[in-house]
């Protein structure tokens, strides 16, 4: 989150299971809702005990999703088979296929797009060269040009005044 912002995003922090150790002062409030354009959610799909209930939650806030979990390989592989399950940490919990994915953007009127790990639920429709381009860009620091583009500017200046302005009240 806070890389996102010294590029130039308006990310905002927020994690029920966490405590905000390098974000305060950037938590997500339900003011906001209806102004987030997405949710970023890496790393956490797979840790979901009701992930339609998760992901309904998500939907009440952005109707585009971005998220990274590996795909259940078909055949489903045995326990001790795939690292992916964990075991060792028991924190994988819900484990997807390209066709659960598919389906729950369908039941929600959303287009599904993927390449390997990394994943958007939107009502936006991306082509995968359009994905493949943003992903990989990072290697050609295509986020400068996406920068200037925008007309983005790092917030590490503008957190820090609003930090300090809270410190003095």
């Not at 991306?126 to 943003?134: C, E, G, T, Y």
């Not at 503008?158 to 609003?162: A, I, K, T």
């Given at each position: 989150?806070?890389l996102m ?16 150790l390098?974000?305060?002062?950037f938590e997500y409030d339900?003011?906001m809702?209806?102004?987030?354009e997405?949710i ?8 979901f005990?009701n ?6 939650k998500?939907?009440?806030?952005s ?12 055949p ?7 690292w ?9 919990i819900s ?12 039941k ?8 390997r790990?990394f994943?958007?639920?939107?009502q936006?429709k ?9 992903l990989f860009?990072?290697?050609?620091e295509f986020?400068?040009?996406?920068k ?7 917030k590490?200046w ?5 930090m300090?302005k809270?410190?003095?009240i």
């Open positions: 989150m806070r912002r010294d590029i130039g995003f308006d990310f905002y922090w927020y994690d029920k299971y966490t405590q905000n390098s974000a305060r002062g339900e003011s809702k209806g102004e987030i997405a970023t959610c890496i790393e956490a799909f797979e840790h005990a992930p339609i209930e998760e992901i309904e998500m939907l009440s806030i109707k585009n999703i971005i998220f990274t979990t590996e795909l259940l390989p078909n489903i592989p045995k326990p001790q088979d795939w992916y399950y964990a075991l060792e940490d028991g924190q994988h484990f997807y296929s390209s066709k659960t994915l598919n389906f729950i953007a369908q929600y009127g959303l287009k599904y797009v993927n390449l790990w994943h958007i639920f939107t936006k991306i082509s995968n060269l359009q994905l493949k381009v943003a860009s990072h290697k050609f986020y400068k040009l996406l200037r583009i925008r007309g983005l500017k790092s590490i503008e957190d820090f005044e609003s300090r809270c410190r003095r």
